[in-house]
């Protein structure tokens, strides 16, 4: 059963510390997404990639975080210092090109942060 | 601008009754129309989805959606409501050409189904 996984599923740090979250899409798929989700401004794209190259990252804030793929079989996502502002549940969701492009994406279980 | 619109944070149906949730959305060109529904503590999965063709879609778990043009809308139906339709609902849309591609997301529509 092909599924893309997230870890952590859940993580609790200190305002300041580093965190890096981690996907490995499904086998296959060569589109990336990184999502945020919060109750006050929903699914925010933080960050997609097709064939490992970063195609859009405008919604990410570039002071403190940062999104790589360095190989096809994983995508992290990091946040460097964090902040309080920064919980939420962080997604990632994959796609063939042909199902991105028509907007079918397959999303991970997601990782909850709660920063203290 | 692309936008789409849930006007319902929450809706409420009893078991076995027709639901609808709504979704009205703004994008130039012919839109890209989706569903996708998250259970509790899970991530989102896809339900449907219009790309042309057939105003009325259908889709997993029973659940289909009518495309209607000239009221820019995209609603969410089921004939027969179930408890564990319970969850939240996204709708999402993207255009198709140039530079409107990205998929911009609703802010989602609790559904409580009751027994």
């Known amino acids: 059963d092909a599924r893309v996984t997230q870890t952590p599923r859940h993580k609790v740090t200190e305002m300041g510390q580093e965190v890096t979250m981690r996907c490995q899409p499904i086998l296959g798929h060569n589109t990336v997404f990184w999502y945020r989700q919060t109750m006050m401004q929903g699914l925010e794209l933080l960050a997609y990639?097709?064939?490992?190259?970063?195609?859009?990252d405008s919604g990410m804030p570039k002071d403190r975080f940062s999104a790589e793929m360095p190989d096809a079989t994983l995508a992290t996502l990091k946040i460097q210092p964090s902040e309080p502002r920064d919980s939420a549940v962080y997604f990632c969701?994959?796609?063939?090109?042909?199902?991105?492009?028509?907007?079918?994406?397959?999303f991970g279980e997601g990782s909850r942060l709660t920063v203290l | 601008a692309q936008s789409v619109a849930q006007p319902e944070d929450q809706v409420n149906v009893a078991e076995g009754n027709p639901l609808t949730v709504k979704c009205t959305y703004s994008?130039?060109?012919?839109?890209?129309l989706f569903w996708y529904v998250q259970y509790p503590n899970r991530g989102l999965q896809f339900l449907l989805k219009y790309i042309t063709g057939d105003n009325l879609v259908k889709g997993s778990y029973g659940f289909e959606a009518e495309f209607n043009k000239s009221q820019t809308s995209f609603h969410l139906k089921k004939p027969s409501a179930l408890v564990s339709d319970s969850a939240l609902y996204f709708c999402?849309?993207?255009?198709?050409?140039?530079?409107?591609?990205?998929?911009?997301w609703g802010l989602g529509t609790s559904l409580a189904v009751n027994p």
């Open positions: 999402a849309v993207r255009g198709n050409a140039g530079n409107n591609r990205k998929l911009i």
């Open positions: 990639f097709r064939n490992r190259a970063p195609l859009d």
């Open positions: 994008v130039s060109g012919n839109p890209y």
């Open positions: 969701a994959s796609g063939f090109p042909m199902g991105v492009d028509t907007g079918e994406l397959f």
